[in-house]
């Protein structure tokens, strides 16, 4: 095939080098794309696992150790996981009168990071103002903590999803720890053709196709895709069939850098899903379940911590899920003989055997990209375009800025192409 060959140029270029590799997935202090994921306001931990003066939690964002404390005041620190004095970790700390101590030799830190007492050196020293523990700045919205790691003086504001309007009983948020890039965890999100094979029962469920667009799904699985760049990010729309002149559309968005609104079926909860890195093999996961118009009823709630829609079901007293990697995601092979196409349980989990079954950082430079792989290959295109920008230009997109930008709304529905022509941009406003 030469050059200029469509199929090629269609199949083949798209995958990644080891450098693009490398460049797309490595987020640590100082790397082109950790530059750019720092510029924008991540989620960390939801805000009631932190009390006054309560235990500080191990935080680990972007490569950095770092240590959270809700101080007496109630505002949030994250600081070095290690103290300044002679790197004690500070998660050993004790979370007094707004600041954490450390325990060795008392050194003592606000918020800020300041060094406010200092026991092991004179009175009259002046050692005190010398010495800051590496502080960021947090804010607290919608029930989560959000950090900002950029640069001093650069930040936006934090992300206004259409959720963060509803009241507490409309939603339910979580989270997990997934052993995988943050890349290829949103990627996993953003594939809508798996739907049609991973999550799917052996045999049609007998449901009319008016009140489940599974039928759609399971009868078209090579969907078409039209996306659209926008401010925040990107609108990626899968069709399938769905009769005669009509489509079935499912619009989810990718919001810089690293979140995912995912279309719900008409009733059905909505998701948005961010993935912080935590490191370059783990990912920190938030995940928001809501309805816009009505509350979560007692069995939505009962399913949520059971670990369906959406969510894995944790080790208690962890966020790694039960069903892991080291235990082939509990994958029963009689079910999967009889009744489903993988045999694990719950969704959550069967996107989690394929995108951790990766390995931590799948190798793109072996991957066969097809048709149906267009919106993740948008994905990565615009993460590496941004991380390119700010490194040899210094440029920031538009989607920095966050605050009502984010206040967009995925969607699915049966239509024809006209209506779906005239309605896409209207029907992601919320
Ligand atoms: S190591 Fe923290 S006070 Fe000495
Ligand atoms: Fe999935």
């Not at 450390?102 to 026991?119: E, I, L, N, S």
């Not at 943050?182 to 049609?196: P, R, V, Y």
């Not at 984010?406 to 029907?427: K, M, P």
């Amino acid at each position: 095939m030469g050059k200029d060959d469509p199929v090629r140029s269609c199949y083949v270029d798209r995958m990644l080098s080891v450098e693009e590799n490398a460049f797309l997935t490595r987020t640590g202090a100082g790397t082109p794309m950790g530059d750019f994921v720092r510029r924008f306001w991540l989620p960390f931990l939801l805000a009631d696992e932190l009390v006054p003066d309560g235990p500080p939690l191990r935080v680990k964002l972007l490569g950095e150790r770092l240590v959270a404390f809700r101080a007496t005041d109630g505002q949030v620190g994250l600081v070095d996981e290690f103290c300044p004095h002679r790197r004690a970790p500070m998660f050993f700390g004790r979370n007094e009168e707004d600041g954490l101590r450390c325990v060795y030799h008392g050194w003592k830190f606000d918020r800020a990071g300041t060094c406010t007492d200092m026991p092991s050196e004179p009175p009259d020293s002046l050692f005190k103002t010398k010495v800051t523990i590496a502080a960021y700045e947090v804010r607290e919205k919608a029930g989560l903590l959000w950090a900002y790691l950029g640069p001093p003086g650069t930040a936006g504001e934090v992300p206004h999803h259409e959720w963060m309007d509803v009241p507490d009983a409309q939603r339910y948020l979580g989270r997990w720890e997934q052993q995988s890039n943050f890349a290829q965890a949103i990627e996993g999100e953003l594939d809508s053709a798996h739907l049609s094979s991973l999550h799917q029962p052996l045999a049609a469920p007998d449901v009319p196709k008016a009140s489940s667009f599974g039928a759609y799904l399971r009868e078209d699985g090579a969907p078409r895709w039209s996306i659209r760049e926008r401010d925040f990010g990107l609108t990626v729309t899968a069709r399938r069939k769905a009769g005669e002149g009509l489509g079935y559309f499912r619009t989810n968005h990718f919001l810089l850098p690293c979140c995912s609104l995912i279309a719900p079926d008409p009733g059905r909860q909505r998701m948005m899903r961010t993935w912080v890195p935590m490191d370059d093999e783990r990912t920190g996961v938030i995940g928001v379940n809501y309805y816009m118009d009505k509350p979560l009823s007692e069995a939505d709630l009962a399913a949520l911590r059971a670990g369906e829609n959406g969510f894995p079901l944790p080790i208690p007293g962890t966020h790694r899920p039960q069903a892991n990697r080291a235990n082939d995601y509990l994958i029963d092979r009689d079910v999967q003989r009889t009744s489903t196409a993988t045999g694990i349980r719950g969704i959550r989990v069967q996107d989690l055997a394929m995108v951790e079954g990766l390995g931590p950082i799948v190798d793109r430079t072996r991957e066969h990209l097809g048709s149906s792989d267009a919106a993740l290959i948008a994905m990565r295109r615009l993460l590496m375009r941004g991380a390119h920008a700010l490194r040899d230009s210094g440029a920031v997109p538009p989607a920095v800025r966050g605050g009502d930008l984010y206040h967009v709304q995925g969607w699915s529905d049966v239509l024809t192409d006209e209506e779906f022509e005239r309605q896409q941009d209207q029907r992601i406003l919320v």
